[in-house]
């Protein structure tokens, strides 16, 4: 099924992704995760791709396993360090694989990675790639508080412009955990005419050390009353996990209520977690 007919249905739609292991010892317990996960029945779930394509094999494999517990995958695929040859090569295997949805993405250059020779230079440009190549349902990223290279709010939306422009049909949205920022964002694109629907992405954070290292990367604005509850609970694992999975709960069904009916939770491979939001939300989206 495409991710396009899931999300613009009338029910609200929660969903969760699970990225590849870094090396082959792993594989066989993500394996086992992301089918934990699939077992909640969500709407879809998305599988990473390592920018760098050290884990980049695993994607497609994953998204595979996930089909056939029936649950709709949707493959990521990064192009900033990539070759137009590898790019194709992994839409003819995702295609033979029977996989609809791709969520297109530039990615990030590796630190070693010399940036003059690369051959995309924005998602958009793997985005017209993949558009020619075949019938798949095209998601891209988008970024609430603006990406960390745009010089300004306004060329970032000017650059979802031409992303859309190019196939992209549904976008989602780096983590945020204000969702004032989302709202405020969502009349920014409609205001620049933007339409396609947008998937609300939601972290759980479960540990004080993971906040931390999150918001370094991303620069998110943390709201006092989230900062609250990391100093209260951020040296007590058991209940700083319960506190960030009734945080992120509590944006979730503060999103469905105000009309926003796509959620994504970065779950991180973590079934336990999944299955705590899937629960909290037993009624609303039952
Ligand atoms: P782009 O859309 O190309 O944007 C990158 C920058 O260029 C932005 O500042 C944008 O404003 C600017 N820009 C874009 N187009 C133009 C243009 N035509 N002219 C001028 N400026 C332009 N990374 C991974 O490695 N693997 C993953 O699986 C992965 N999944 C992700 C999923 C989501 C939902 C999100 C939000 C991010 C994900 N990332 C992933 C991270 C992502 O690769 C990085 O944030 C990367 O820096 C930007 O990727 P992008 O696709 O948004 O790039």
């Known amino acids: 099924m495409k991710i396009t007919e899931i999300i613009n249905s009338t029910r609200p739609s ?8 870094k090396t082959s010892d792993s594989y066989e317990s993500v394996i086992e995760n992301a089918l934990k996960i699939a077992e909640l029945s969500p709407s879809y779930m998305s599988v990473t791709y390592g920018a760098g394509g050290g884990t980049s094999q695993y994607t497609a494999e994953i998204a595979s396993t996930i089909k056939s517990a029936g649950v709709t995958p949707l493959a990521h695929l990064t192009c900033y360090s990539s070759t137009r040859e590898k790019v194709r090569s992994v839409l003819s295997d995702l295609r033979q694989r029977g996989i609809e949805n791709i969520l297109a993405l530039r990615g990030d250059a590796p630190a070693d990675f010399d940036i003059s020779r690369a051959e995309y230079r924005y998602a958009s440009e793997l985005i017209s790639e993949i558009r020619a190549a075949g019938d798949f349902c095209i998601g891209g990223a988008c970024y609430p508080e603006g990406h960390p290279e745009s010089p300004s709010g306004t060329a970032d ?44 992405g939601i972290m759980p954070v479960t540990s004080a050390a993971q906040i931390k290292r999150i918001a370094s990367i991303s620069g998110n604005v943390l709201p006092q009353r989230f900062v609250r509850l990391i100093d209260r609970y951020g040296d007590s694992p058991l209940a700083m996990k319960q506190a960030g999975i009734a945080y992120a ?34 009624e609303i989206i039952a």
Request: aromatic share 12%.
């Open 157 to 200: 939306i000017e650059a979802l412009k031409i992303k859309v422009l190019a196939g992209c049909e549904f976008l989602t949205t780096q983590m945020f955990f204000d969702n004032s920022i989302l709202y405020n964002f969502l009349y920014r694109l409609y205001r620049a005419g933007i339409s396609v629907p947008v998937v609300a």
């Open 249 to 282: 709960t509590e944006q979730i069904i503060d999103l469905y209520a105000n009309g926003i009916n796509a959620v994504h939770v970065y779950s991180m491979n973590k079934p336990d977690v999944a299955a705590a939001i899937r629960a909290n939300l037993s």
């Open 14 to 21: 929660l969903s969760f992704e699970v990225f590849p292991p």
